[in-house]
């Protein structure tokens, strides 16, 4: 468990967009906010995808709209639900990046390409562009993409893998300081 916890630390970190020790609200606000601003999305399609992050947020992370969530209490709760059923656990875990990469594909090409990759970590508060093109490159885009599949089991590994020899490219990225 203490492997999982390390990578659920880091996992909680990424969702503190603002960087305030604690994921709320306002951390939904800003990444969707930031997301469609980044995206010059306008009208219906920046309100759609800002009630997909909002359900997003709410659904796998917060589990309320006026939920906060301390580092102690994810710990607790992804730990309590990966030793209750592992596999439930990890369908909740390939379910919660289908949604959310299905929303971050915003041309529905079942691919990411850097510019969408960069994005998507900028609406989630990670600036550092040259940790997220070598986050980009450990994930081996072929012709400049990313198949969406790849992306989202990258994520599955990372958050129910209790292997510490399995090459981790999500886990090295926020190593790296992604």
């Given at each position: 468990?203490?492997?999982?916890?390390?990578?659920?630390?880091?996992?909680?970190?990424?969702?503190?967009?603002?960087?305030?020790?604690?994921?709320?609200?306002?951390?939904?606000?800003?990444?969707?906010?930031?997301?469609?601003?980044?995206?010059?999305?306008?009208?219906?399609?920046?309100?759609?995808?800002?009630?997909?992050?909002?359900?997003?947020?709410?659904?796998?992370?917060?589990?309320?709209?006026?939920?906060?969530?301390?580092?102690?209490?994810?710990?607790?709760?992804?730990?309590?639900?990966?030793?209750?059923?592992?596999?439930?656990?990890?369908?909740?875990?390939?379910?919660?990046?289908?949604?959310?990469?299905?929303?971050?594909?915003?041309?529905?090409?079942?691919?990411?390409?850097?510019?969408?990759?960069?994005?998507?970590?900028?609406?989630?508060?990670?600036?550092?562009?040259?940790?997220?093109?070598?986050?980009?490159?450990?994930?081996?885009?072929k012709d400049g993409l990313i198949p969406l599949k790849d992306i989202v089991n990258s994520w599955i590994q990372f958050t129910t893998s209790d292997d510490p020899?399995?090459?981790?490219?999500?886990?090295?990225?926020?190593?790296?300081?992604?």
């Amino acid at each position: 468990m203490e492997f999982l916890n390390h990578k659920w630390k880091l996992w909680y970190k990424s969702l503190d967009v603002n960087h305030d020790g604690k994921i709320s609200f306002a951390d939904v606000e800003e990444s969707r906010s930031k997301f469609a601003e980044l995206h010059k999305l306008l009208g219906d399609k920046a309100s759609g995808v800002k009630i997909d992050m909002e359900g997003w947020w709410i659904k796998y992370i917060l589990q309320s709209k006026d939920g906060e969530i301390s580092l102690e209490q994810f710990l607790e709760r992804c730990g309590s639900e990966y030793q209750a059923d592992k596999a439930k656990y990890t369908a909740k875990m390939t379910e919660c990046f289908n949604v959310l990469f299905d929303v971050i594909d915003t041309n529905k090409d079942r691919s990411i390409e850097l510019s969408e990759y960069i994005i998507a970590f900028q609406a989630f508060g990670h600036e550092n562009e040259n940790l997220v093109r070598k986050s980009f490159e450990l994930l081996n885009p072929k012709d400049g993409l990313i198949p969406l599949k790849d992306i989202v089991n990258s994520w599955i590994q990372f958050t129910t893998s209790d292997d510490p020899h399995k090459k981790d490219v999500v886990k090295e990225s926020f190593e790296e300081g992604v």
